[in-house]
C-alpha cells in the first residue's frame, strides 16, 4: 500500500513538472537533496499528497510534525529514505 | 530587515536590475504577471517602484548572497492590507537545504504584521500555479475562488485563486507550520 501511495503521489507532482523534470519513481531517486531537482514548493506538495492518501487508508500522519521528524536523519533525501520513514510512522501509528 | 536566520530580506535596489531581470525571464517564473522585455525597462521599473510607498520590494539574500526576491504591494493602511506578491527563487539550485522560502515568507510576514502592524495579508496565485497553492494550504494560509468569505470584496480577483492570513492566524497557524518546514530545509 505505502508503495503504492508514493508513487501515486509523486505521479501526480510529475503532472505539474515539465518534461525535462520529471522525478523518476526509484528508491534511489534523490529528494531533497543537493543532486535533486526537486525544489520547495514540490516537496512540499509532495509532503501534502501522502498525507492525505495515508489519510485515506485510515492513516493519519504528520509527515513534518517535530515528534516525527525526530524518528529519521533527512527523511526526505530520497524516495527510498521517504518510504522507510512512513514505514517507520506507520508502524508506531499501528498499535 | 534581518532575523536569527541566515536569510535575509533587503530593499531592492536600482544595481539589482541585471539579476532579477534574469529570475523573472526564467522558466520558474513563468507564471508571474509579465515582467519588464529588457534590463533597461527593469531598471526603469526598479526606480518608479523605490518611490512608491505603497510597495516594498525585497532581495532575499542567503548569507549576503542575492537569491531570490519578494514582495509587499498596495499596501493600505487605511484597510490595513497589503498584497503578498512576486516570490521568485531565482538561485533555486543554490538555496535547495537552505531554508530560504520559509525564512523569507516569514521575514515577509513579520513586516507586514509586526512592522508595519498590518491585519491581513492577502495574495492571488494563478490557477495553473497548482504546486504554489498547494504550498500555501499547507502552511495554514486560506484560499478562495469564491469572494464570498473573502475579507474584501474589492481587493478579490475572480480570475485567480485568492489567498489571505489575518495576523492571527499567521501567529497561531502559519508561523509554526512554516517554522516547521524550515527544519526541512525548506
Not at chain 1, 8 to 23: H, P, Y
Not at chain 1, 36 to 58: A, K, Q, Y
Request: glycine content about 4%; overall charge negative; hydrophobic content about 40%.
Amino acid at each position: 500500500m505505502m508503495d503504492e501511495i508514493v508513487k501515486k503521489a509523486i505521479e501526480l507532482l510529475n503532472e505539474e513538472r515539465s518534461s525535462d523534470e520529471q522525478i523518476v519513481v526509484s528508491d534511489d531517486t534523490p529528494l531533497f537533496h543537493e543532486d535533486s531537482n526537486v525544489d520547495s514548493l514540490s516537496l512540499v506538495s509532495l509532503i501534502m499528497e501522502i498525507e492525505m492518501n495515508l489519510s485515506d487508508s485510515g492513516v493519519d500522519v504528520s509527515l513534518t510534525s517535530d515528534e516525527n521528524m525526530a524518528k529519521m536523519e533527512e527523511p526526505f533525501k530520497t524516495i527510498g529514505s521517504l518510504k522507510t520513514y512512513i514505514k517507520l510512522l506507520m508502524s508506531s501509528h499501528v498499535k | 530587515m534581518s532575523n536569527i536566520f541566515e536569510v535575509e530580506l533587503r530593499l531592492l535596489e536600482l544595481n539589482d536590475d541585471v539579476i532579477t531581470f534574469k529570475w523573472r525571464n526564467s522558466i520558474r517564473a513563468k507564471l508571474l504577471n509579465q515582467g519588464a522585455k529588457t534590463v533597461e525597462e527593469q531598471r526603469k521599473w526598479i526606480d518608479k517602484s523605490i518611490k512608491d510607498d505603497t510597495q516594498h520590494n525585497f532581495i532575499i539574500r542567503y548569507k549576503s548572497i542575492p537569491v531570490g526576491m519578494v514582495s509587499l504591494l498596495d499596501i493600505d493602511k487605511i484597510k490595513s492590507a497589503a498584497q503578498a506578491g512576486r516570490l521568485i527563487i531565482g538561485e533555486e539550485e543554490f538555496c535547495r537545504g537552505k531554508q530560504v522560502v520559509c525564512d523569507a515568507l516569514i521575514l515577509l510576514y513579520e513586516h507586514a504584521f509586526s512592522t508595519l502592524n498590518l491585519k491581513n495579508v492577502y495574495g492571488h496565485i494563478d490557477k495553473k500555479n497548482i504546486l504554489m497553492q498547494k504550498f500555501h494550504k499547507f502552511t495554514g494560509v486560506k484560499l478562495f475562488n469564491e469572494s464570498e468569505l473573502f475579507f474584501d470584496q474589492n481587493l478579490f480577483k475572480n480570475d485567480y485563486i485568492n489567498i489571505q492570513i489575518s495576523k492571527t492566524e499567521y501567529e497561531n497557524v502559519v508561523k509554526t507550520k512554516l517554522l516547521t518546514l524550515r527544519k526541512i530545509g525548506l
